[in-house]
Structures are given as C-alpha cells and as structure tokens.
C-alpha cells in the first residue's frame, strides 16, 4: 500500500476523535498493572507463517493448509517456523443467534476448528486474528463487548495464537484512549488466561500509538508485556502489489521503529516489527537477507507472510538459515542494540549466550560501502584474536579486533563472534573502494585490500570487473605481500557507456587473491557503485500512464487492475474523468495555470508515482505547478536546477485522491470525478475522485533547467507548468 505509515494512522484512529462514548467491554479489572504478568509462553521469539502481507483477505483454507504443508516439506517447521495465524477476513459479517464469530463459509468451509485440527495434524500451532474494538481492520465483527466468549470460542477450537488488533477501539468517557487500550486487552489476557489453554497473545495496541507522544508509546508497550507475550509497536510492512522501492522502504522503516526500542524488551516478551518478506515479489536476495538479519539481531518473532508454495529456493533458504536462526532464537533473549551509524549504514551487536556476540553490518544506502567497526566497539572482551563467521556466506576468519566487511547496496554482513580462533584460521581481510573523483560514467578510485588477522597475504593480486560497456584501468594490479594489520592499494578509473535517461546503477568488483600461510589460496571481492542520473527529456518520457483504466471493457478483459492507482487494484475512470473534462490531451486551467493532461490509453501499468525522477523543464516564472494527486498523505522534497547551475528547493503535498477537502497543503481541485474504477468495475459512485494542483516556489529571473521530483511514492504527478 503506499504511505503504509501514514495509512495504519489514518485506519488506527478512523473513528476514535470525537466518537461517541461507548460502555466498557466486560471487564474484571481496571488496575490491569497490579496483576501478575502473563505467562511467559513464548520464552524465544515466535516464528511461524501468517497470511496477511500476501494475501490480504483474499485467502482460503487452501492457501493456509498449502502453505502450512510447505512449512513442513521445505524443513522449516522443523526449524522452528511453527505457528500458522489466518490473519483478517476469516470470518462473516455478523456473529450468530448466540453472539459468536462465524468462519466465512466460503473462505473457510470447514469451519475454524477444522482448520486447527488441520494444522494440529501437521505438528503445527493454530494461530488466529481478531481484534480489539468494535470491528477488525477489514470491518468484521471485533471482540469489543464479546472479549470472555470470543476467548472461550478461541479455546474450544484449540487455538494457540491469538493476534489482537486494535482498530475502531471506541472511546469510553472519562477515561484516555491509552487506558481504554490498557483495559480491553488487559480484559482479553485474563479472559484467554481463564480458559485454561496456553494462548501465546501478540498485542497489537502500540502500533496505535506509534504517532502518539514518545512516552505514551512506551507506555503502551510497558504494559503489553505485562498483558502479552509480543506485541505489534508500528506500521505494517508493505503489501505483495507494492513496487520493490515500496516493500524496501517499508523494511528500512519498520527496522528504524524497532531497533530503539531494546530498553522495552526482555526474555520472553518481544517487540514485533512485523513480518518478514522473503518469498514475495520484487526483493533482491541481499534485500532478504538484510531483513532476516536484522530481525534476528533484534531477537524479533520470526513470521513469514508469502506464497511459500512458489517461494525461489533462494527465499526458502534464507528463511531457513539455520544460524541465523539461533542468532534470533538465542536462550538469552535479548534485542541487539546499534553501536555505530553513520551516513547509510548502522552496525549492531546482539549478546549472545557464551560470551559471544553476533554483530551485523548494515548497509541502508543505495551504493556498496566497506563497514568497518572493532571487537571491543560490539561489546566483546579484550582479546588478541577474534573469531568471525558470516552466517551468510558460512566463511570463517580471524581478526585481531577490526570487524569490517564490503557490503553491497541494501545488504548486510552478519558475523557471529568469539574471542579467540582456532590455529592456521584464515585471516579476515576487506577489499574497498575509495572514489577519488569523478562519478556516473567517469569516476576515479583507489581499491585497497586490508589485513584485518595474525596472518600476511603473499601474492596478492586484483582483478577488476564491471558490467559489459564499462572500462576499468588497469583491469588488474599485483599488490604482492601485505603484512597483518596492513593495506596495499592501486589506483583505478572506470568509464562507462552514456547511460540512458534515469538512475543508472554500475557495480564496479575488484577479486582480491592471496596465499594466507596454512589457510592456502584464498580470495575476497569488494564492490563500489557508480550511479548516473540523466534527466528525462520531458515528463510523459519518465511516466506513460496516470492509473486510468476505462469502464466500458468487461473485467474479463480487465485492465481494471493495471490501471492500479493505489497498490490496492483502484484507478481513476476514464469515462468519469471525460464527464469532468479530463481525456488524453486535454487542457486543464485553474486559477491561470494550464496543464496538459497526459496522452496516455487507459489501462497500462500505473507508472506515476514520483520517486525522485530528474525531468528536463524549461521557462522561467515565479512558480512551478503541478498536477497530481495521492494515494497518501505526504509532502516532498522538490529540487529545481536552474541554467546557471544554482538551484532551489521546495516542499510539494497534493491531498489524497478520494474524499478529502482539497485544500491540504495549500493545493487546489482542478477536476472531480464522480466515481472510480475497481478491481470489479466502477464503484464509489459520490465519493469525489479528484485532481489537484500546487507549486512550489521559483527563484525569480532564473531559467528551469530541470526539476528533481519527490522520492515519495504516494505523490502521482501528470502535468508540470512553470508559471
Ligand atoms: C492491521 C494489522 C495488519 C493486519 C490488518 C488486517 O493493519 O496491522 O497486520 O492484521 O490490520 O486488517
């Protein structure tokens, strides 16, 4: 979904301002603080499967039992990914006669009790969603006012994992919005504690007070580890339609909520950053394994949410890293904490039992970078020899106390630690890249191979490689002997082929090869990347469709779902557009500014969202207008590049397609369809599907020679005039 954060904000709260005050749902205690703890039923961090950031509620019982019986095929059951939770959706929109939930008959024909045998047989755990207010997320019946029944129920089907969401929690008078929280779930851990059967209870409340103030939200995790045993903190990550960009931010994102947060964790109660999502679309191997790493360095609950049926090998093997596992599931049971961060990296270390450590190298940047910290920096004793073994790779070395690796854009390095390596261990060394001058196409570097061991490099050698077009000079060096705790380095300069309009990435590697004594012939490879950006000659160059699909095709023929406008399958109607005046080509003018509306056929992918694209842009004026609108509610960063090379920057917001005023961030509806398309067809008839437009401010008396869109992918632009 785009703008996931600002979407769960917008859901967590619909409904609580100003709602009317509700009774309280049944409720034993209101001093819920005082009690005992729950019990602590999840000693290491819950892993297991859950639907949800893959299938959303399109799911059935199929989809669970095929992915449960993968769970157990593939082997990762046995490595502790036990629990299987049918996520929203599974049940109908009313209870029955005797106010309990009902399984949607056909999602779920056998019912919900079926299904646990079901996953009981496989030697699965049954995990199930409900939610804490008065309805779920998706809109169907909450436990609001049924918390004991729904509990009982819950037992009686044998559940063993229950995820509590919180959204559409009302208001109850007299009390805040965090003590109503504190007490519904404080009412559902008791009511699970009394039906006997031990049900690990994933708290979702935080995340409703992620945007609340730092100490309501601690607050409100302080006490979901006295009522549960995880608990949900943050935004969810993205959804399966979201473009690669999307799905890694969401990563990055949910990572930076989680990873200060190891104050609020302790055994046995775990902070949850949500799922993991190897085996979906679109994420790069080392895009994967950087999330694996970081939540098993954040001792995070381990949940995969993906089609494991058609899972790469790659992504099955990932999640089945079995030390990387035990780094997450490690008996001492604490979050990893940062030790380092600089500009696009972060390095953490997380104690392990036995003294050691598991430390990981993270690079957040777009550009491969050499990490470089020490043994003591990661919390290990005084030594003279550590030993390093990446869990990735399965290699190990031997340092004399720098910990360092090259880490390619969006990866991660991560070691597991000891003081003291065994005799004749290969030493650890690092090959990096410095630029020296230049960048895109013509850049100059100096490639360096360092010994981090006890143990010198004879007959070192480098080998360059770069992507078919590109020139590295020279295309080797021989560095000969570097001795322990030293470098050798050699100069290098790369050139590459024009590259076409866009970002253009170029990873440069250099294969360092070298005798290490009793270890024999070793290599290791370090990597730079070199990024041109060359603008786009105009803007319907950079983007060909605006999320517009056309009415009169039948969905069989369905270009419904191409013109997808939002990551959920809606778009604009070109039949309800053309009723306000907006077709391929046409001139739309508001308050004096023109723009063109793009010439582009309904009904290919939506390709609109801004994501920092570089467009060429003549004239000059006081301001540049834009015509777009969100399928968020975000502002960005707009730079202008004028002729004389200076430049000037300004912030641009366009308000939400659907149903707003218009008028956030100073912009102005230059057109308002009446409905929009579905993934079934037209629907949301008056709900008002707009086009707006706003500016940001030029430096008078100055030529535009291109403008820097925003990197945020909930903002659609169509149209730019300078004015
Ligand atoms: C919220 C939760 C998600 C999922 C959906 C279901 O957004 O955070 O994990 O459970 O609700 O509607």
């Given at each position: 979904m785009a703008a996931t954060a600002a979407a769960l904000l917008l859901s967590a709260f619909a409904g609580v301002p100003g709602a009317a005050a509700a009774a309280g749902p049944a409720q034993q205690s209101r001093n819920a603080s005082a009690d005992a703890p729950y019990p602590n039923l999840a000693p290491t961090p819950p892993m297991g499967?859950?639907?949800?950031?893959?299938?959303?509620?399109?799911?059935?019982?199929?989809?669970?039992?095929?992915?449960?019986?993968?769970?157990?095929?593939?082997?990762?059951?046995?490595?502790?990914?036990?629990?299987?939770?049918?996520?929203?959706?599974?049940?109908?929109?009313?209870?029955?006669?005797?106010?309990?939930?009902?399984?949607?008959?056909?999602?779920?024909?056998?019912?919900?009790?079926?299904?646990?045998?079901?996953?009981?047989?496989?030697?699965?755990?049954?995990?199930?969603?409900?939610?804490?207010?008065?309805?779920?997320?998706?809109?169907?019946?909450?436990?609001?006012?049924?918390?004991?029944?729904?509990?009982?129920?819950?037992?009686?089907?044998?559940?063993?994992?229950?995820?509590?969401?919180?959204?559409?929690?009302?208001?109850?008078?007299?009390?805040?919005?965090?003590?109503?929280?504190?007490?519904?779930?404080?009412?559902?851990?008791?009511?699970?504690?009394?039906?006997?059967?031990?049900?690990?209870?994933?708290?979702?409340?935080?995340?409703?007070?992620?945007?609340?103030?730092?100490?309501?939200?601690?607050?409100?995790?302080?006490?979901?580890?006295?009522?549960?045993?995880?608990?949900?903190?943050?935004?969810?990550?993205?959804?399966?339609?979201?473009?690669?960009?999307?799905?890694?931010?969401?990563?990055?994102y949910n990572y930076g909520y989680n990873v200060g947060l190891a104050d609020l964790q302790s055994p046995g109660r775990w902070n949850d950053p949500d799922f993991l999502l190897a085996g979906q679309s679109r994420l790069t191997g080392d895009e994967i394994r950087s999330q694996m790493s970081l939540w098993a360095v954040m001792a995070a609950p381990l949940i995969s949410s993906a089609d494991l049926t058609k899972a790469a090998p790659e992504a099955l093997s990932v999640l089945g890293n079995s030390d990387v596992i035990a780094v997450d599931q490690d008996p001492t049971g604490l979050q990893g904490r940062i030790v380092q961060q600089g500009e696009g990296y972060d390095v953490l270390s997380k104690q392990l039992a036995g003294g050691e450590r598991a430390v990981a190298l993270f690079n957040s940047s777009d550009q491969a970078r050499t990490i470089t910290t020490t043994a003591a920096d990661a919390g290990l004793p005084a030594?003279?020899?550590?030993?390093?073994?990446?869990?990735?790779?399965?290699?190990?070395?031997?340092?004399?106390?720098?910990?360092?690796?090259?880490?390619?854009?969006?990866?991660?390095?991560?070691?597991?630690?000891?003081?003291?390596?065994?005799?004749?261990?290969?030493?650890?060394?690092?090959?990096?890249?410095?630029?020296?001058?230049?960048?895109?196409?013509?850049?100059?570097?100096?490639?360096?191979?360092?010994?981090?061991?006890?143990?010198?490099?004879?007959?070192?050698q480098l080998e360059f490689s770069a992507p078919e077009g590109w020139t590295l000079t020279p295309s080797h060096a021989r560095l000969g002997y570097i001795a322990p705790g030293r470098s050798a380095s050699v100069t290098v300069r790369a050139t590459g082929p024009d590259a076409a309009p866009g970002t253009t990435a170029a990873t440069l590697t250099a294969t360092g090869r070298y005798h290490a004594g009793a270890a024999g012939l070793r290599t290791v490879t370090g990597e730079a990347t070199t990024i041109s950006v060359v603008p786009y000659p105009d803007l319907k160059s950079a983007f060909n469709n605006v999320g517009v699909t056309n009415e009169s095709a039948p969905p069989a023929e369905g270009n419904y779902t191409t013109g997808n406008f939002d990551c959920a399958g809606n778009s604009y109607s070109?039949?309800?557009?053309?009723?306000?005046?907006?077709?391929?080509?046409?001139?739309?003018?508001?308050?004096?500014?023109?723009?063109?509306f793009p010439d582009a056929e309904p009904?290919?992918?939506?390709?609109?969202?801004?994501?920092?694209?570089?467009?060429?842009?003549?004239?000059?004026?006081?301001?540049?207008?834009?015509?777009?609108?969100?399928?968020?509610?975000?502002?960005?960063?707009?730079?202008?590049?004028?002729?004389?090379?200076?430049?000037?920057?300004?912030?641009?917001?366009?308000?939400?397609?659907?149903?707003?005023?218009g008028t956030e961030y100073g912009a102005v509806t230059v057109a308002t369809a009446d409905h929009r398309n579905t993934p079934n067809g037209p629907a949301n008839f008056g709900g008002g599907y707009k086009l707006f437009g706003n500016s940001v401010p030029l430096t008078e008396g100055r030529t535009v020679e291109s403008v820097t869109l925003p990197d945020e992918g909930a903002i659609h632009i169509f149209a730019l005039s300078v004015h």
């Open positions: 499967w859950n639907n949800w950031s893959y299938y959303g509620c399109d799911i059935s019982e199929n989809d669970v039992l095929s992915n449960a019986r993968k769970l157990v095929s593939s082997g990762l059951a046995a490595k502790g990914y036990d629990t299987v939770t049918t996520d929203d959706c599974w049940m109908t929109h009313s209870r029955d006669a005797q106010g309990n939930l009902v399984a949607d008959p056909q999602r779920f024909p056998h019912g919900m009790a079926w299904m646990g045998e079901q996953l009981h047989a496989l030697g699965l755990k049954f995990g199930i969603y409900e939610d804490a207010g008065t309805s779920t997320c998706g809109g169907y019946p909450g436990s609001w006012g049924h918390i004991d029944q729904d509990a009982r129920l819950f037992a009686s089907w044998k559940v063993d994992y229950l995820k509590l969401d919180g959204c559409n929690v009302p208001g109850v008078s007299g009390e805040t919005q965090e003590q109503v929280y504190h007490s519904v779930y404080s009412d559902m851990s008791k009511a699970l504690l009394a039906t006997g059967r031990p049900i690990v209870f994933s708290v979702s409340a935080p995340a409703y007070f992620e945007y609340d103030t730092p100490d309501t939200w601690h607050k409100v995790i302080s006490w979901s580890g006295q009522v549960g045993n995880l608990w949900r903190e943050g935004a969810d990550v993205a959804m399966e339609p979201a473009s690669a960009r999307t799905k890694w931010s969401s990563i990055k030594g003279s020899s550590y030993r390093l073994k990446d869990l990735w790779s399965q290699r190990t070395t031997e340092t004399s106390g720098t910990i360092a690796a090259n880490v390619p854009a969006h990866g991660t390095v991560l070691y597991r630690v000891r003081t003291g390596a065994a005799a004749h261990t290969a030493p650890a060394t690092t090959v990096s890249w410095h630029r020296t001058s230049g960048e895109g196409t013509d850049s100059a570097w100096t490639v360096s191979v360092a010994d981090h061991g006890h143990t010198g490099l004879s007959g070192t070109a039949q309800a557009l053309a009723a306000a005046g907006v077709t391929p080509g046409a001139q739309l003018t508001k308050d004096g500014v023109s723009w063109t009904g290919s992918a939506d390709n609109v969202s801004a994501a920092g694209q570089v467009i060429r842009t003549g004239g000059s004026g006081s301001a540049l207008w834009f015509l777009g609108a969100e399928a968020g509610t975000v502002e960005g960063k707009v730079t202008v590049t004028y002729t004389d090379g200076s430049r000037s920057t300004g912030d641009l917001g366009l308000p939400n397609w659907c149903c707003t005023a």
